[in-house]
Structures are given as C-alpha cells and as structure tokens.
C-alpha cells in the first residue's frame, strides 16, 4: 500500500498538527526544537499556517508528509545498497 494511503488511513485527515507529526515521525526531536525547525521551514516539507500571524496553528499537509518520507525511504534504500 502506497504511503499515501496509509497516512490517509491511519490519520483520517488532509492536514496534520505538526504535534502529531512531531510525536509520530520526529519523537527524537523535542518539541522546541521541531517547532523552531517548523517555523523557520526547516523539516524538509512544507508547514501550512492557518493564517499569517505567528501564533496561527500550524499544519502538515498529508501528500507532503509522505512525499518526504518516500524521499527519505529512497535515500536509506540507496546507502543500504551502497553497504552491500
């Protein structure tokens, strides 16, 4: 099953809080840094703010979530075979 769809299955959602993302894909980060790395589009994805202000919630949309974990797949993929 392709990335995408499991992220559609599993969330439910088109966006995601970046705390969800945080807690699922980046627990290694604490929540400071993820979110100093958010504001500053610092993740490898987009960050979509719900409006301009600097307090606006802010999301992850699910099609750019698994775009970079394919990304990231692809990349492990190609140093694993370099091991080889």
Known sequence: MP????LESQFNAPLLPIEVVR?????HLSEDTFNRR??????GFPIIRTDRSQKA?????????ATYLDARRTV?????ANLT
């Open 3 to 6: 990335t995408l769809e499991r």
């Open 23 to 27: 807690a699922n894909f980046f627990p």
């Open 38 to 43: 958010a504001r500053a589009n610092d993740l």
């Open 57 to 65: 919630a802010m999301f992850v949309h699910i099609e750019d979530l």
């Open 76 to 80: 492990a993929v190609r140093e694993h």
